[in-house]
């Protein structure tokens, strides 16, 4: 049996996905985690950020979360007691340190049905910017390659894995494609080509520096959205579990904060330690 | 009427290999048929099984198959073909050893491997011509392999029989017009250009005999393959020639080319190959391309190294036959004591698929920038051979690398012997500007 691949993704599309897959039968069976846009996950390396680490468990039996950013998103790892030597690491690692992981995809269903996805990482390694810059790189040439096949898988009128394939790509990725297809439907891939151009300007210094110029202005949470959430949180959390992320998004929305005003807010939230995720899927105030 | 017993009289005889008179057989045939009254087909069974004889020989019905139209899971098959190679190995079955015959088969059609189960007193040379009786297929890693077990028949039929399909001056077959990165275990008949790289004369024994096997390494700009000349072609390192004929077998994934004194090969004085420095460069290949061609001759991989396995850093080899060590010793010889070596046993990535990186003694030593003297005394030191692995561990994982080798495959999937090997820097900006230049020119 041969080694599975490492996809190298951007969090983006790897945190689009909604879909697990298993192939072949038995307990050795792998699966796999199915992005919009075709790519079978089953390994993954991730470059980026380590933001925060907790542990979730006990000191005995430590269950620890990291978070880790790329420049489309947030990663979210998963190491406990079968996961040794990465766990390991990972309470080691003192947030902020650039990591390299390299882990299995793994998704969570919610008891409302919602679909998580996340990393159980295998091995873990503090990286330099150089290194982490070079699997930003390849991540954006994968995708840059699945959109190109995509696109043009979207213009056949039934996509078929051997009309996918004649595309010009290997026989795994076409199955890929055709089931995401059918999983997903012809998804929106100019939020996919942002994303691709989003992760190439974090990598060239001069495109970097004009971004985060503007970012300050435009992407920075409006002033009380982070009070708002706060005061939202305090009124789902009915069992002191917390708040069910589908619940949050739907009640700040009626309160007139969109998704990504929303997610700003939590972010922020959750980098001054008011809020954390006690659960994958639900947040909670500290 | 008497001649349709004839027929089946002769079919038996034939099935016994001419061993018993066709007199005796045509009484016995009489006796059952006419005497006890059984059906012409139990006592034709019958008699070839009383005499010793294998009773699927008798399967005469069935037409012979072409190569090309073979199914995979055939449960039987009937050819009439010519061996166009064929060798002696030892495989290990459940019960030990066991020695088989394997090589490739052809016939105006085409060609496949085989493997035949039951080598003993079966003496194969290439050229010889066959009718198969019997033989059942099965797939092999998407190919279709032609397995003669116990129920097979084999007999040898005149050369006449069969037109040989490669030899030039009687073409049969139609030349498979092809590049090196085509190549593949059981292709025949082929029409190929390309360079020699490096050749070298050889002394070998085959079948009792001395031969000079002129062996070396054929490239054009699609790959590198191995090859072996049975015949002196007069080929040196820069020749550029047009092989029409040879045959392709694979060991372990890895394509080898022969041809010999059948193969048509004309050294070309003019010719838009690539040249031979251009060509000395290890081409860069993808994995997955690798995974599906099976192996391939000395290339280069840019990839992320994503563990280091078990078996790495401070090794014991048999001082006998260099095999690594278990801790019951090794595994021909016993308790023997060991020498200390060094290698990794590194998982490379190249975000298209993943092989087992092997890297030596030397290689090693440059990359933890110790040698193996000091690993033995920081081992010792920490009172734990583990520590080497440790920080080989330390130092690989996540690192990119090139490596240059030759690649392999097995059943666990692909491996690298690697020859040379450094750490990938990458201009990330410039690739990064450019891929983004594009982008912005074709949104």
Not at chain 1, 35 to 54: F, Q
Not at chain 1, 180 to 202: I, N, P, T, W
Not at chain 2, 292 to 305: K, N, Q, W, Y
Request: a negative charge; hydrophobic letters at 40%; proline letters at 4%.
């Amino acid at each position: 049996m041969s080694r599975e691949v490492a996809w190298r993704l951007f969090a983006g599309e790897f945190n689009d996905a909604r879909k697990s897959l298993t192939e072949g039968t038995g307990d050795r069976a792998p699966t796999f985690v199915l992005t919009p846009l075709g790519a079978k996950v089953n390994r993954v390396l991730v470059s980026g950020v380590l933001t925060d680490v907790e542990n979730l468990g006990t000191d005995a039996e430590p269950m620890y979360r990291g978070r880790v950013s790329d420049p489309t998103g947030t990663w979210h790892l998963y190491a406990g007691q079968y996961q040794p030597i990465a766990a390991a690491a990972l309470g080691k690692a003192q947030p902020p340190t650039i990591l390299t992981v390299i882990g299995k995809a793994k998704t969570f269903t919610t008891d409302q049905g919602a679909v998580y996805v996340s990393v159980r990482p295998e091995r873990l390694k503090t990286v330099d910017g150089a290194s982490r810059d070079f699997s930003l790189l390849e991540a954006a040439r994968s995708l840059k390659r699945r959109l190109a096949i995509v696109r043009a898988a979207y213009g056949l009128e039934t996509p078929t894995p051997e009309t996918v394939r004649a595309l010009g790509c290997t026989a795994a990725a076409a199955d890929g494609i055709v089931k995401a297809v059918a999983e997903y439907g012809k998804v929106d891939l100019s939020r996919y080509q942002a994303m691709l151009a989003e992760g190439l300007r974090y990598l060239v210094p001069e495109e970097r520096e004009a971004r985060e110029a503007v970012a300050v202005d435009a992407e920075a949470p409006k002033a009380g959205d982070d009070d708002k959430v706060l005061t939202l949180l305090g009124g789902l959390d009915r069992d002191g579990k917390g708040a069910a992320w589908d619940e949050l998004v739907a009640a700040a929305a009626k309160g007139g904060l969109d998704a990504s005003a929303l997610e700003q807010a939590v972010d922020l939230l959750l980098d001054r330690g008011a809020i954390y995720e006690p659960v994958l899927g639900r947040i909670k105030r500290i | 009427m008497a001649t349709e017993t004839e027929t089946h009289v002769k079919d038996i005889v034939k099935a016994l290999g001419n061993r018993v008179p066709e007199t005796e057989i045509a009484r016995e045939l009489e006796n059952y048929v006419n005497v006890y009254r059984v059906t012409l087909d139990t006592a034709k069974k019958s008699i070839v099984k009383k005499h010793g004889g294998n009773p699927a020989a008798l399967v005469t019905a069935a037409a012979n198959r072409s190569i090309k139209d073979l199914q995979t899971g055939e449960a039987s098959v009937n050819l009439l073909c010519r061996v166009v190679y064929a060798e002696r190995r030892t495989v290990n079955v459940q019960d030990g050893a066991k020695e088989i015959l394997t090589g490739i088969l052809g016939d105006d059609s085409g060609t496949v491997p085989f493997t035949a189960w039951e080598a003993e007193g079966l003496d194969l040379a290439k050229g010889d011509v066959l009718r198969v009786q019997n033989a059942y297929t099965k797939d092999y890693k998407g190919k279709i392999e032609v397995h003669l077990g116990t129920r097979a028949v084999i007999t040898r039929e005149p050369p006449e029989t069969l037109p040989f399909p490669g030899k030039s001056s009687t073409p049969s077959g139609p030349l498979k017009a092809v590049t090196i990165a085509d190549l593949k275990d059981g292709m025949g008949n082929l029409s190929l250009r390309g360079r020699v790289l490096q050749v070298e004369p050889k002394e070998v024994t085959v079948e009792g005999a001395k031969k000079t096997v002129f062996q070396g390494v054929l490239a054009d700009a699609s790959g590198r393959v191995q090859f072996s000349a049975w015949k002196d072609f007069g080929l040196r390192a820069g020749t550029a020639l047009q092989l029409e004929g040879g045959y392709v077998r694979s060991y372990r994934g890895l394509p080898q080319l022969s041809f010999d004194d059948r193969s048509k090969v004309q050294v070309l004085a003019d010719d838009d190959l690539p040249g031979l420095e251009q060509l000395a460069q290890a081409p860069r290949a993808w994995i997955e391309d690798l995974a599906e061609r099976g192996g391939a001759v000395d290339v280069t991989l840019r990839g992320i190294v994503v563990d280091v396995k078990e078996g790495s850093g401070l090794i014991q080899r048999c001082p006998e036959c260099r095999r690594v060590l278990a801790k019951e010793g090794c595994r021909l010889h016993g308790t023997v004591k060991g020498q200390s070596d060094l290698r990794v046993k590194a998982v490379v990535d190249d975000g298209s698929g993943a092989l087992t990186a092997i890297f030596g003694r030397e290689l090693t030593e440059a990359l933890l920038g110790k040698t193996l003297e000091q690993c033995l005394t920081d081992a010792r030191e920490a009172m734990n051979a583990e520590v080497v692995r440790d920080a080989l561990t330390d130092l690989l994982v996540a690192q990119p690398l090139e490596v240059r080798g030759n690649v392999t495959s097995d059943d666990y999937g692909l491996m690298m012997m690697v020859e040379e090997a450094r750490v990938l820097r990458v201009d990330v900006q410039e690739e990064a500007r450019a891929m983004l230049a594009e982008l912005e020119e074709h949104p």
